[in-house]
């Protein structure tokens, strides 16, 4: 009667150090969901989903705070996605967060920047460099086309400039076909 | 077992063995193969194309006005993402200015504008005549330098190719022959006429990824390029070069479909020759290659096939990189009067451009006129009946049937996992399809999306990445103010208290000396 008793306690013991353990070496950093929903936001960081940038945002809809149809830079494409991702019905885009908008990259007409820093301050991805009383620039490669720098500047000085495609990056039309096209 | 397909390549072309589906097609080339190559007149002006492959656009290096000499650099690529680009023959740079491209897209971007001075003025020439004494990662540079790239039609740049093969220990070159498309001949042309070059050019590249041996895979059908060939190899102090015949059977020259003839083994999907021990490349790439190395020439000319019913007189020209399409069409006796479509490439897998003012670049390897009964009239679309004929043809071994209802359906993600980018857009699905879909149409538009969509991926994480460290600055900032203020007020508390001490102090010193100057009262 002793044996079996002890034996189950001490196994018990065992699986109880055992998952102990486990618990502390494979303990989840972060929130996966959170991240799940961040990596299909377009990170242009331009708030106007409401909240300052994109993880913020999906911090709100992991909450159940917010909605998933609030990013016009990620357009239709993008509420459909998180839709897959959270097993919900898509939706079209709020139209009280604004509308989808062409790719662009801000630019500084350095002849008028009085060198002040707002805009620096704005740019949520540091896209833009200069030190005070200096002309200030954008780096267009890091500028995610946000227009968080416009209102600040006293000078208006910053404009955006529509993308335009040349033949680097253009890629083949899709085809023009009459039917439908059905399941194979 | 990456070591056992090694092994198994290093036969390379002992035996012959058959790659998946694939077409036996009408060949057309014979037109075009009649006259001997010749020259066109220098054009009145040329339009050198700043962007020359599929990658950057390179930064001019040149003035308006300035005057360049023949093979000067005018674009520089410093061998990174772009290729070098040199001006094809001397005169006054007009302007860098936006021109056609002679691209896919039709699109304008920044060209180079030469008005030739008729001279035709070489700049001082170091050939390097000691190439055999030299590392191949001088070679790889030199050749880099000339701006050459695969002219066999993908127009990857030769050096990065070669980087790839000297780090992955190549074993066997393969040089590509197989000009499987119909009417193209430029290739053919070239190995009949120039033999010796392209021999010397293998052995340049032989020497440079340090291979053991040569081999160079032609056509069965190509008679005089294989006694042209057999004759230069069989030459005192040729190199030991094995020519080998393959079926022509189309796309034979697809470089997976060709390593696959000639070895049996399948570069894995993803992969690169360089993985089994191989290096491919283009007949006219190894000639460009002993043109840059033997007589420092880089790459500003290539032979252009202008060729179909609507052109006239058929045949191969030696064309400076920046002609005008039209100039050529001119030299061979116009345009037939029912010619409706201008294609560069062949009828698989070219495209069409809509203006022969599209200079030549170092790409174009065809200009082919078709004639209005040749455009196969638009056959309307059908919807798939489920046939299976595309899966049978397609040397890639996909389903293209699956591929093109995922694409469709912007099913992006099965698309890829599908195989759609192994695609090589050969065009063979197409031609067989009873239902008459435009699958390689579709296939090249899904290749790009998941290109473009793989760029916005990147971008989008670059972004994240940037945001983030932003964000974790800011906090970090934001906790040393907040913890300077804390040391401020701490030493603030720590004055205030030690001045109340010392108030304190004076106070009892104050006190006791009033005291002490106090009479003391009497007993
Ligand atoms: S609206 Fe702007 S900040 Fe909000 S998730 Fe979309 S891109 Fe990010
Ligand atoms: S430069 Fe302006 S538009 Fe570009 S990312 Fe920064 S704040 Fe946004
Ligand atoms: S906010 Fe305007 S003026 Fe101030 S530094 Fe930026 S660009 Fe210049
Ligand atoms: S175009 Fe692509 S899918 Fe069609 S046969 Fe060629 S490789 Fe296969
Ligand atoms: S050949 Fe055309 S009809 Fe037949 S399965 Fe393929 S796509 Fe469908």
Known sequence: ?184 | MKQDLRRLTRAAGTRLHHFHGGLRLRHHKQQSCRLPVARPPLPSRLTVPLQQHAGETVAACVQPGQRVLKGDLIGDGECQRGVNVHAPTSGHVEAVSQHLLGHPSGLAGPCVVIRPDGADQWRARQPLDDWQSLAGSELVQAICQAGIVGLGGAVFPTHRKMHHGQAARIHTLILNGAECEPFISCDEMLMREQPRKILAGARVLQHAIGAERTVIAIEDQMGAVREALEAAIAEPGAAAIDLVCVPAIYPEGGERQLIQVLTGQEVPSGGYPSDIGLLCQNVATAAAVADAILEDRPLLERYVTVTGSGVREPRNVLALVGTPIADLIEFCGGYAPDAARLVIGGPMMGYSLDSDAHPVVKATNCVLVLCHDEIASPQPEMPCIRCGECARVCPAQLLPQQLHWQIRNGLWEDAGASGLRDCIECGCCDFVCPSHIPLAQWFRHGKGELRARRRQQLAADHARERYLTREARLARQQAERAERMAQKKRALRDDAARQRKVAAAIGRAARKRSADSEPEPGP
């Open chain 1, 1 to 184: 009667m002793l044996i079996p008793i002890l034996t189950l306690m001490s196994l018990g013991l065992l699986f109880g150090l055992g998952l102990g353990w486990a618990s502390v070496r494979f303990r989840q950093q972060g929130d996966p969901v959170i991240d799940r929903i961040d990596a299909l936001l377009p990170q242009t960081q331009c708030g106007q989903c409401g909240y300052p940038g994109c993880r913020p945002y999906a911090e709100a809809i992991a909450s159940g705070e917010a909605d998933i149809n609030q990013c016009p830079p990620g357009g239709e494409a993008g509420v459909r996605a998180l839709a897959d991702l959270l097993g919900r019905e898509p939706k079209p885009l709020n139209p009280e967060h604004g509308e989808a908008s062409l790719p662009s990259v801000a630019v500084i007409d350095e002849a008028i920047c009085i060198g002040c820093t707002l805009c620096i301050q704005a740019c949520p991805v540091d896209a833009i460099v200069g030190a005070p009383k200096q002309m200030h620039t954008v780096i267009a490669a890091e500028c995610t086309g946000c227009d968080l720098c416009l209102p600040p500047c006293p000078v208006d000085c910053i404009e955006m400039v529509p993308h335009r495609p040349g033949a680097t990056d253009w890629h083949w039309p899709r085809p023009m076909t009459a039917h439908a096209g059905g399941r194979p």
